[in-house]
């Protein structure tokens, strides 16, 4: 069972001025799985928070539906078993960190008996046991950060919605972060986050959706998404002689140079070695072989710029 499951959810926003009508989500249907780690992604603008805002019912649809643990969003029995760290969040800045955990605790219904146990259980898990009694208005944006990491896990929910976690977090704390992502998925925790950080992202989530302007542009897991089937490079020591480029040509075998390196994009696996013993035959020297991937950034700038042309 999908633990969320969104069916053409469009989202417009139309103020009073025309001019300013906004399509924030175009017909979006995605799904989220049991236990993986999910990326919505895409530049700012993009729909990612308009998404989450309306799984959570901060906004409501203009149109389409969507479930999330099983029932009809805004379900109220299913938002008590989720998690959510909101993009650019401000707690009360007179509060100290575990005073923040220990109001948001009971805001979400945490048993007094446990509770203080489960505010210092949060505040070991996101490092800032050490700074548990100084107050928010001292802390930097990475701490702000882990605070609301550790708010959004208090009620030890069964999906967790992060909207942008490591926005401005230093690269260590990102590191951090994202272990402790990993770790949540261990657990058997489903993990929804929205990041404009691909390359980022491509590190730790099992499947992405890629979102721009409001529509789905692609979906799949990471591995999906970054690999062309058909290309491989080979490194090659010495030169190509004119004969086989004719060769190549003739025969339509996709053939480019790029330094040391043939960039052959083919049918299939016979003519790869096809086009590696012809090079043995010519006496060159091939130092590697490796079949093409690109990071989620290249794919979707290369997705983007193939739209603009269209
Ligand atoms: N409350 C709102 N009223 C009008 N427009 C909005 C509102 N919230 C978001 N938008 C617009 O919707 C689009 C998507 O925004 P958002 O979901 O915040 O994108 P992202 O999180 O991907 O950066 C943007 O063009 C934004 O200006
Ligand atoms: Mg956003």
Not at 41 to 47: D, I, R, S, V
Not at 82 to 92: A, I, S
Not at 278 to 299: F, N, P
């Amino acid at each position: 069972m999908p633990i969320i499951e969104a069916e053409g959810i469009t989202k417009i926003f139309s103020p009073r001025r025309k001019s300013a009508v906004v399509t924030a989500l175009s017909e979006l249907s995605l799904d989220v799985r049991e236990g993986e780690i999910f990326g919505l992604l895409g530049p700012n603008g993009a729909g990612k928070t308009t998404f989450i805002k309306v799984l959570l019912q901060i906004v409501f649809p203009t149109a389409g539906t969507a479930r999330m643990l099983g029932a009809p969003i805004g379900h109220p029995g299913t938002k008590a078993r989720v998690g959510y760290l909101p993009e650019n969040h401000r707690y009360p800045d007179f509060l100290t960190g575990a005073q923040v955990l220990r109001y948001f605790g009971k805001l979400s219904g945490v048993e007094s008996a446990t509770l203080q146990q489960r505010v210092d259980d949060r505040l070991r898990l996101v490092g800032m046991q050490d700074w548990h009694k100084t107050k928010i208005r001292k802390y930097s944006k990475g701490m702000m950060q882990r605070i609301g990491l550790a708010q959004a896990l208090i009620n030890d929910p069964q999906l967790v919605i992060l909207d942008e976690p490591t926005d401005g977090v230093d690269p260590l704390g990102r590191k951090e972060i994202r272990d402790l992502l990993m770790r949540l998925r261990d657990q058997g925790k489903t993990v929804f986050l929205n990041s404009h950080l691909l390359s980022e992202v491509e590190l730790i989530c099992d499947r992405v959706a890629i979102l721009n302007k409001g529509s789905l542009i692609r979906m799949g897991s990471v591995k999906e998404l970054t690999m062309q089937e058909n290309v491989y490079h080979v490194q090659i020591d010495g030169s190509v002689p004119q004969e086989l480029w004719m060769q190549w040509e003739a025969t339509r075998v996709g053939v480019q140079q790029d330094g040391a390196t043939l960039v052959l994009s083919l049918g299939d696996l016979r003519d790869l070695n096809a086009v590696i013993d012809q090079l043995r035959s010519h006496g060159i020297l091939i130092t590697g072989i490796s079949q093409k991937r690109q990071s989620l950034e290249d794919m979707f700038i290369d997705v983007i710029s193939r739209e603009g042309n269209a």
